[in-house]
């Protein structure tokens, strides 16, 4: 984006990236110069699911089973036992907050093979989101942006695809950055002069069909 800016002397006002920028760092660094689209991900729910399949937790018993206690700020299972804090984790635009069980409760439930049958106590994470973040999984969810997202590969993958099948650019001839990246321009420029002179002889062509 630094790049765009000393090539163009401005921010673009819309930047459309695929799920391979879906970091929370990546757009709290776009707050402010560009609207940012890019599909939502959360990282720290999808990492906490894959925990409680890593732990082999049944279903009846994943954590949105578990009641919270804003006041004691514990949460309850099932079972009835309780998960008090214990620490909090602090993450780029985000944090996560820590229960556990004590393992005494843990070892005698009947529950446990279901619950948390591959650690000594069920632990429960509980994560809470920057307000910048928050706001853009809002705008994500709305039919505008996912419209608007769904054109970033008409326009950035056909001409990964040319370059491919037309410049037959599958792996680079050359060895170094330096070199690299020269085949790299020479097959971008190729493929701008390509475009470029397909776009003129349309016009020309409606203008000759037209007139």
């Known amino acids: ?94 944090k996560a907050r820590y229960y556990r069980a004590n393992p005494a409760d843990c070892r005698g439930c009947p529950n446990k093979a279901r619950c948390c049958p591959k650690v000594p106590s069920r632990r429960i994470r509980q994560v809470s989101t920057d307000p910048a973040i928050a706001e853009h999984q809002a705008r994500m969810e709305t039919a505008e942006a996912r419209h608007i997202y769904r054109q970033r590969a008409q326009v950035a993958e056909f001409p990964n695809a040319w370059i491919k099948a037309k410049i037959n650019l599958r792996q680079f001839q050359l060895r170094g950055r330096a070199k690299v990246t020269m085949e790299t321009l020479w097959a971008a420029l190729t493929y701008n002069i390509q475009q470029w002179i397909r776009l003129c002889w349309r016009a020309a062509l409606e203008k000759a069909t037209t007139g």
């Open 1 to 94: 984006m630094e790049q765009i800016r000393e090539s163009f002397g401005r921010m673009p006002s819309q930047v459309a990236a695929d799920s391979g920028y879906a970091r929370r760092e990546n757009i709290l660094a776009m707050q402010g110069s560009s609207e940012f689209i890019y599909p939502v991900g959360d990282y720290a729910q999808n990492r906490c699911a894959g925990q409680q399949a890593r732990w082999g937790v049944a279903d009846e018993f994943t954590a949105e089973h578990f009641l919270y206690d804003a006041e004691q700020d514990r949460y309850r299972c099932p079972a009835g036992k309780q998960l008090p804090y214990y620490k909090i984790e602090w993450m780029v635009g985000a």
